[in-house]
């Protein structure tokens, strides 16, 4: 696991210059970065929202290098209790980062505790119970605290209110993927060419993450293989290993996509219908499976149930020929 978080860290830009994509939200944060050494000291915070895996974890790492400062991660869902909250931020710095991923996660008790820090970085706590509890107010140094979502709907008002500067973080395009593979090719000192970057690229549903894991599995199939480059004939033989088709869709996608189709001769179908049916959990379809599907167009939710699109039922009698022409 160690040398898994090595490898991602190597992987990641260290610099607002080395990010690829987001450009209005890089210059955003130049400049908010820039003002903030100007001053001496930060005066608002930032929040992020955006699918997993485009960069709001890398842009708040990116913000604690240029400001030289230091930078503390969590979880909203590792901050159990108001004590737990309180631990970090008492051993916080001036001027240092504090970066909640999840934020959304936040017990509400925690939530509350939050509240005073945002606005007069102050803590509030409750010593004692009952009639002999008192409240004692800590003054904190300044910091810059960045929450991070994937679910901005879930964090209350009076929290997202208090952040001053709320950045949208969206999917990538294939160009921009293409980019960050070749980059990171040249960091592991990897052979690519630009034809296999680029259809690499067509496979990573959009997301960084996903680009860069390809990429290991491509450096992995590189090592046994003692091939030289990664061309597009590696591309292929390596992507019918993982099995992964030319949209960057997995077996569990296009078992979702046959069920619709041929057991329910593509009639809605509710999510619990097809959970039981791919043995899978609801949350799991709704929210890994069924995103991609839709962002492809492949599916639509109506209010009876999902079915396949008219471009979901090309792509499967695509598929078909496919493989009786393999066959």
């Not at 915070?45 to 485009?54: E, N, R, S, V």
């Not at 400062?69 to 159990?80: C, F, M, P, Y």
């Not at 309180?86 to 909640?100: E, G, K, M, V």
């Not at 962002?295 to 695509?318: D, E, F, P």
């Amino acid at each position: 696991m160690k040398e898994n978080n090595q490898f991602s860290n190597q992987l990641r830009p260290s610099s607002f210059a080395e990010f690829i994509g987001h450009n209005n939200i890089r210059e955003n944060l130049k400049i908010f970065t820039l003002a903030t050494k100007k001053r001496g000291y930060p005066n608002d915070h930032l929040l992020f929202y955006g699918p997993p895996g485009t960069g709001k974890t890398t842009l708040a790492l990116i913000m604690a290098k240029e400001l030289g400062v230091d930078i503390k991660i969590t979880s909203g869902a590792a901050l159990r209790k108001a004590g737990d909250l309180a631990a970090i931020l008492t051993n916080l710095s001036p001027n240092s980062i504090f970066f909640i991923d999840e934020i959304h996660r936040l017990p509400k008790n925690v939530e509350e505790i939050l509240y005073p820090v945002l606005e007069n970085y102050q803590l509030d706590i409750v010593i004692g119970k009952g009639p002999s509890a008192r409240v004692v107010n800590l003054s904190l140094p300044k910091m810059i605290i960045i929450g991070s979502t994937t679910k901005l709907a879930l964090i209350s008002s009076p929290l997202r209110d208090r952040f001053g500067l709320i950045l949208r973080l969206n999917y990538y395009n294939e160009n921009e993927l293409k980019e960050i593979i070749l980059n990171a090719a040249k960091k592991l000192s990897l052979s690519i060419n630009q034809e296999a970057a680029l259809e690499m690229a067509k496979r990573s549903r959009r997301t960084p993450r996903i680009a860069l894991s390809l990429l290991k599995r491509a450096k992995d199939f590189l090592d046994v293989k003692k091939a030289k480059i990664i061309d597009l004939d590696f591309i292929k033989e390596l992507f019918g290993v993982l099995r992964m088709d030319a949209l960057g869709l997995n077996p569990i996608d296009i078992d979702y996509l046959e069920l619709l189709y041929h057991k329910f001769s593509n009639q809605p179908v509710g999510l619990s219908t097809i959970a039981a049916s791919l043995s899978e959990e609801e949350r799991t379809i709704e929210e890994l499976i069924e995103p991609y599907l839709l962002r492809l167009g492949l599916i639509k939710k109506t209010a009876k149930g999902r079915v396949l699109t008219t471009k979901g039922l090309s792509y499967l009698g695509q598929l078909e020929i496919k493989e009786i022409n393999d066959y």
